[in-house]
């Protein structure tokens, strides 16, 4: 997975958090509260989809989540694109929980 090197670059959430990558935008997905998760996705805006396409540049990615309504509907399109990406590369699909275990690990380590 293609983490962002640039800090200029990252997503800042409302709530504090940093994301580098995918895995990590749906680690928040998932578990970012109402408030911070509508500041950044609402009528108005889409934040993750802009994030993901001008930063991560992943146009085709972005193009579907710009299309969500609601947050199960963003973490879907997230999670199928990190399959994706998973199976194309031909590497052994990592279980959701050894993969959110490290993310949490990474976030408390910095």
Same mark, same amino acid.
């Given at each position: 997975?293609? #983490?962002?090197? #640039?800090?200029? #670059?990252? @997503?800042?959430? $409302?709530?504090?958090?940093?994301?580098?990558? /995918?895995? #990590?935008? /749906?680690?928040? /997905? $998932?578990?970012?509260?109402?408030?911070? @998760?509508?500041?950044? @996705?609402?009528?108005? &805006?889409?934040? @993750?989809?802009?994030?993901?396409?001008?930063?991560? %540049?992943? =146009?085709?990615?972005? %193009?579907?989540?710009?299309?969500?309504?609601? $947050?199960?509907?963003?973490?879907? *399109?997230?999670?199928?694109?990190? &399959?994706?990406?998973?199976?194309? &590369?031909?590497? &052994?699909?990592? =279980? %959701?929980?050894?993969?959110?275990? %490290? *993310?949490?690990?990474?976030?408390?380590?910095?």
């Amino acid at each position: 997975m293609e #983490e962002i090197k #640039e800090p200029s #670059e990252y @997503f800042y959430a $409302r709530n504090g958090a940093v994301l580098k990558n /995918l895995g #990590e935008l /749906l680690e928040v /997905l $998932r578990t970012i509260d109402n408030d911070t @998760f509508e500041h950044h @996705f609402n009528e108005n &805006k889409n934040d @993750f989809a802009n994030w993901t396409e001008n930063a991560l %540049k992943e =146009p085709k990615i972005a %193009k579907k989540m710009y299309a969500a309504k609601a $947050r199960d509907e963003l973490y879907g *399109i997230v999670e199928k694109a990190l &399959k994706m990406k998973v199976e194309k &590369k031909g590497e &052994k699909a990592i =279980p %959701k929980k050894t993969i959110i275990s %490290k *993310i949490k690990e990474a976030i408390q380590n910095g």
